[in-house]
């Protein structure tokens, strides 16, 4: 679960950009500058950012405020898992990214995973749509939502790109150091069901 004051801060943050999306009245628009301006003092004084970096990233956004997706590509292959190293921590992670605008989740994965692993791949099935808040993720300022698209590789081979640096397939037991913004060894740990279990419900939050 992820600590009180994030949850504070986005709920806030949240709060705000939807009140300043249908807002009319000064003062109530007011109201609504002063609460956003909260949640970027909030976040400001528990990480190492920056206000000027926190009002971009996190409280730059207009529109009613929903959650963001994440999706992410999983493959099997000789009872390993596909994991591609990420330039930004040296640590590695399930081909993936934000959902785009345009793309269906399943076009997004096969995207996410020719452009970070060099493999060209084709959806199969979904295998898990989680909250980030439920699981140890490193605290970030966004509600998450993460889905889990099972792939099959159809052609390429192993390369990185311009987020990453290299791709391979990594047996159960024998996991990398992870890059616990993307997943946690958790999650890849019950994907891994999915390998033993062709048959396993899809999982919810």
Not at 11 to 39: M, N
Not at 71 to 80: A, C, E, L, P, S
């Amino acid at each position: 679960m992820e600590q009180k004051w994030l949850s504070w801060a986005k709920e806030i943050q949240g709060i705000a950009q939807t009140g300043l999306t249908y807002a009319k009245d000064v003062y109530d628009i007011e109201r609504y500058q002063a609460l956003r301006e909260l949640s970027v003092d909030i976040l400001a004084n528990y990480t190492y950012e920056s206000k000027e970096r926190i009002r971009l990233s996190f409280a730059g956004e207009g529109g009613y405020s929903t959650p963001k997706v994440d999706i992410r590509g999983v493959i099997f292959q000789d009872h390993k898992i596909l994991l591609v190293r990420e330039k930004l921590d040296g640590k590695w992670a399930l081909p993936g990214g934000w959902a785009d605008i345009g793309l269906s989740p399943s076009e997004v994965a096969v995207k996410e995973i020719a452009e970070e692993s060099g493999y060209q791949a084709e959806a199969v099935r979904l295998l898990a749509v989680l909250d980030k808040k439920f699981h140890q993720h490193p605290p970030e300022p966004y509600h998450v939502y993460k889905m889990f698209i099972l792939c099959r590789v159809t052609g390429g081979v192993a390369a990185g790109g311009v987020e990453t640096s290299a791709a391979g397939f990594f047996a159960e037991e024998e996991l990398p150091e992870l890059s616990e913004e993307r997943n946690t060894a958790e999650q890849l740990h019950t994907l891994f069901q999915y390998l033993h279990d062709p048959e396993k419900a899809v999982i919810l939050d």
